[in-house]
């Protein structure tokens, strides 16, 4: 079983990222820091029919005193009433600060159950059982937890490492061809920002059909290039950044469509192509690059191309309130090359007028 260890020097934080198959029914063991404590589990109305009761079951023989709180399934559960929900829910179970919260869900359930447990009582603990393969690979690693905002995603949140992340990769058995595409949009993202044997890898393999006997070794591939991000940049004040690549758009698209009416890593497919395109406007890449990854995008059967019906003026007004913005100025990831990045500041007029 693959274990890669996430280090955050800065954040005063060390965990290990456990990937395997049969973890949930088979974590007692790692859970034992759970032990004579109680335990909040939070999935939604997908998963806890499918695991909850497994890991519970898990947590009692662990010796921990479980209990099951379910949110609505969506991304607009990412939202302020829900978190009153939490919060409300760890009262009545009495969780104290030695008390456990985990996240058992897609990046959804992950990202505003671990804003709750970062603020609920000012801290408690926290464990990531990431069940999609977008939270596996990407959101479940780092500790960026938060809500959505009504002007934009994700704008309420704060850092807060989990103390432990299980991954369990049977769970992708259950997702819809939709949810699974979503996480190969992040996927994808990883071998054009730093890992360019990675993008080489799945681009020659060239379908969906040809990864799966490859895909838990390129999860933890995935693991390993995000844990590189957080030991090095923990609180997203620098090299951290290239992680949004193609998601200044991203972001903008989804609130302008609507939360759920494109998935998040739907709109980073889309997002991706664009930010390659600008960069091979302004210089910053080359020529060629951005139809390599719509390429790749269309033979992995996931979006590629920007709906025309949206105003660019309203996709620019969203991306001004960018969390990366800074005054007038969003700082954009663009590509140097296949496997490597940087960051280039645009004003909303720069972007408006490559959009």
């Known amino acids: 079983m693959p274990v890669v260890p996430v280090c955050a020097p800065e954040a005063e934080s060390r965990y290990d990222i456990h990937i395997g198959h049969g973890l949930l029914k088979n974590c007692a063991a790692l859970l034992a820091c759970c032990k004579g404590k109680k335990a909040a589990v939070v ?3 997908n998963t806890a029919p499918l695991y909850a009761e497994t890991l519970m079951g898990q947590l009692r023989e662990a010796g921990a005193a479980p209990v099951l709180v379910t949110l609505p399934a969506g991304e607009t559960t990412k939202c302020e009433a829900q978190l009153a929900f939490l919060y409300d829910s760890f009262l009545d179970a009495k969780l104290t600060r030695a008390d456990y919260v985990l996240a058992l869900g897609g990046g959804v359930v992950g990202d505003i159950t671990g804003y709750a447990a970062c603020t609920y009582l000012r801290g408690v603990h926290f464990i990531q059982m990431p069940t999609t393969l977008l939270s596996q690979v990407d959101s479940s690693v780092g500790g960026k937890v938060a809500i959505n905002h009504a002007r934009g995603k994700n704008l309420l949140g704060a850092f807060y490492q989990p103390e432990l992340v299980l991954i369990d990769c049977d769970t992708l058995k259950t997702l819809d061809a939709r949810q699974f595409g979503a996480g190969l949009g992040e996927v994808i993202k990883y071998g054009c920002i730093a890992d360019e044997a990675l993008f080489d ?23 390993e290039i995000k844990a ?10 620098g090299i951290r950044m290239q992680l949004n690549f193609g998601h200044t758009l991203a972001h903008a698209l989804e609130n302008t469509m609507g939360y759920g009416e494109i998935l998040h890593g739907e709109a980073v497919c889309i997002g991706m192509v664009q930010a390659a395109r600008w960069g091979e406007t302004l210089g910053h890449t080359p020529t060629g690059t951005a139809e390599r990854i719509r390429s790749i995008l269309i033979a992995y059967d996931l979006p590629h191309d920007m709906p025309e019906h949206l105003s660019p ?24 090359k296949i496997g490597a990045c940087k960051a280039v500041p645009l004003t909303a007029d720069e972007l408006r007028a490559l959009l």
């Open 228 to 237: 590189d991000y957080v030991r090095v940049d923990p609180h997203d004040h």
């Open 43 to 45: 999935a939604d109305t």
């Open 313 to 336: 003026a309203a996709l620019a007004a969203t991306m001004s309130l960018d969390k990366k913005a800074e005054g007038a100025v969003i700082r954009t990831v663009q590509l140097t």
């Open 201 to 223: 890898k799945l681009e020659s393999l060239g379908s969906r059909e040809n990864l799966a006997p490859e895909l838990d070794g390129v999860i933890a591939r995935c693991c």
